[in-house]
């Protein structure tokens, strides 16, 4: 089974920027997507971004033109380059893929997830 583990996390201040990483186990490649979720205290974890085999990419509507989801098949790793961060932007930040689904909303239906990694933003 594909293990995923993420990198990056950690605190900056209002405005500042942070890169997450998704280093797989596996070959990316064979996955049809790749997703970022967040999940804040006391709330659901909610999609971030998802990028397909293709390229094709799309972001929720809270982070739409501050972050850029992408992906490296040759390192098998996912990224998530955060700019102009917020401080609703703090929360456990999880990698996902899936060989079938690529959705914000079907979070139920990612087949490997990451352990998450901490982002915090202070005002």
């Known amino acids: 089974q594909v293990q995923l583990v993420e990198s990056g996390g950690g605190s900056v201040q209002a405005g500042g920027s942070l890169r997450l990483s998704c280093a797989s186990s596996?070959?990316?490649?064979?996955?049809?997507?790749m997703g970022w979720f967040r999940q804040a205290p006391q709330k659901e974890r909610e999609g971030v971004a998802t990028i397909k085999r293709d390229g094709t990419t799309n972001y929720s509507d809270s982070v739409k033109g501050r972050f850029t989801i992408s992906r490296d098949n040759a390192k098998n790793t996912l990224y998530l380059q955060m700019n102009s961060l917020k401080p609703e932007d703090t929360a456990m930040y999880y990698c996902a893929a899936d060989h079938w689904v690529c959705s914000l909303s079907q979070k139920q239906a990612y087949s490997a997830w990451g352990q998450g990694t901490q982002v915090t933003v202070s005002s």
């Open positions: 596996g070959y990316i490649r064979n996955f049809a997507c």
